[in-house]
């Protein structure tokens, strides 16, 4: 018998195995001990599904559900076993993933009538018989005129569009039973390997609710999310007007020589939704403070300046107040859980001074502005003086903006709040979406290396550590915001993969953030390139690819 060496990086054991084994039978003989049973492994820092099977030596790390990773994959599976159960139920029926919202994944059911609570009784019913069922989920490999033609038949045009755009001589695909379906990642083995979801009705079509990722034993709490839901809806009816939905959609355009258009499109119809929400503001007549905010990378500083343009149109004359002026003194700021300054905390900031600030302008009263000094970690005195006039605004950018403890003795009506960030994204296919923080991860490599001098491998590692900040300070206050503007463009993966591609290709196996490229990059490849040069200097992704005609 021939064997080979793993090494594990869950216990640091190095044991022989029979050549050809799956992960499974080699997580079964290294003994490791997990608090939950894994799904999935990491081999030489890429992720494989458990039923992967090894024939050289390699190292070896197992995960679970409570990794961002493993989080993807049981909801990758869970897609999978949704769209199989609305196949056997609804064989004329066309089922589409379309975003994340309140906890859970919206998804657009078509059966020719509208969905009732009998059909999502019916749906969770199969879906609960194929899990106990326990049906191995097989991957197969097949030329991929076999693939084209197998969805072709089945009616799934959104895959044989995109892989009519490829060139591949070979394509994989999955399986359940007679089931077929392409997912771009590893899967679970079995269906049984489903153990908790929510499935419910959903505006007009069904949330498939998902665990959390902290707790699996428990789903996510329900949030109500109205202002995300209409901007998504807005975002569709801009894509049901361009006939663009898909990847595979959008390569086509791109090969047929018409992306310049597409561009043109979708930049004016940001600006107009900038010069509506400058109406708004403008049509307020009591605004005084305009706060815009946004996760990282979300494009909220390109935003701030045209929205200021904007109100410059509607003769109103906006004045930029920086929040990292308002830092505490260094010694005073919070520290987190690893003892480190907590610069993205809230009380990071001087809060009494803000709103003191604030309240003397707003009254017509002159300030003195603070500059806090990164070197010295001292706040200090800036020598520039300010009076706001009647016709002026305030407007302040900051990850903090729609927190009401920023501002809580302002009146509420003398503010205007603006929640921005790339807010929708372009599906793979029907069945498979691309992650809008996929949107701003790539955006912030970019940035990274062209103005802060970091690696691809340096923001991925830090980007966990951004996410988490997000969720406590940011996510919580999105509904808070007057408005909401997408920064995301539909084009957009097609022109920063240009420039993303080869920044993660530097990313060396050896590390952690390997598996992160290796993902990014993966998805990447089935997305034609549309060259940088079509995007105006105006363009909100000037922010991170350069060429921009604005300051930063």
Sequence with gaps: ???????????????????????????????????????????????VSMGFRVFSNKTVEFIDITDPAGLRIYTRTLFFVLCKA????????????????????????????????????????EMDNIISSAIPIVRHNRTSEEVIELFRKAGDTSKVKLLETQGRLYTTYSSIDDYNDSFYGPTLTNTCEITKYGLEMYHDGLLLRIP?????????????????????????????????????????????????????????LQEKKLSRIADEIAARRGVKVVLIAGPSSSGKTTTCKRLSIQLVTNGIRPIGISLDDYFLDRDKTPVDENGEYDFE??????????????????????????????????????????????NEVLVIEGIHALNPELTAQIPSNQIFRVYASALTTITMDDHNYIPTTDNRLLRRIIRDYKYRNNTAQQTLKRWPSVRAGEDKWIFPFQ?????????????????????AEPLLEQVPENC?????????????KYIKPIPENQIPPTSLLREFLGGSMFEY
């Design 1 to 47: 018998m021939k064997s080979i060496e793993i090494i594990c990086k869950n216990n640091g054991a190095q044991e022989r195995c029979e050549i050809g084994s799956t992960l499974a039978e080699i997580y079964a003989l290294l003994n490791v001990k997990m608090q939950r049973p894994p799904v999935a492994a990491k081999v030489n820092n890429e992720l």
């Design 86 to 125: 609305i196949r056997k139920l609804y064989p004329e029926g066309r089922i589409k993933i379309e975003f994340p919202v309140s906890n859970g994944y919206y998804c657009y059911l078509q059966i020719g009538r509208p969905v009732t609570p009998d059909d999502v009784y019916d749906i969770r019913g």
């Design 212 to 268: 959390k990722r902290t707790n699996p034993d428990k789903l996510g709490d329900f949030i109500v999310q109205k202002k995300m839901f209409d901007i998504f809806d807005e975002y569709h009816r801009w894509q049901d007007m361009m006939q663009i939905s898909t990847v595979g959609m959008l390569n086509d355009v791109i090969i047929r020589g018409h992306s310049m258009q597409l561009i043109q499109v979708f930049e004016a």
């Design 345 to 390: 905390s809230l009380y990071a900031l001087n809060l009494p001074l803000f709103n003191e600030h604030l309240n003397a302008l707003i009254a017509g009263c002159e300030v003195e502005l603070p500059r806090y000094n990164f070197l010295t970690g001292k706040n200090e005195l800036s020598g520039k003086k300010l009076r706001l006039h009647d």
């Design 479 to 499: 509904e808070n915001a007057d408005v909401m503007f997408n920064t995301a463009m539909l084009f957009e993966l097609a022109v920063i993969k240009t420039q």
């Design 512 to 524: 952690d953030e390997y598996s992160e490229a290796h993902r990014l990059r993966h998805f990447l």
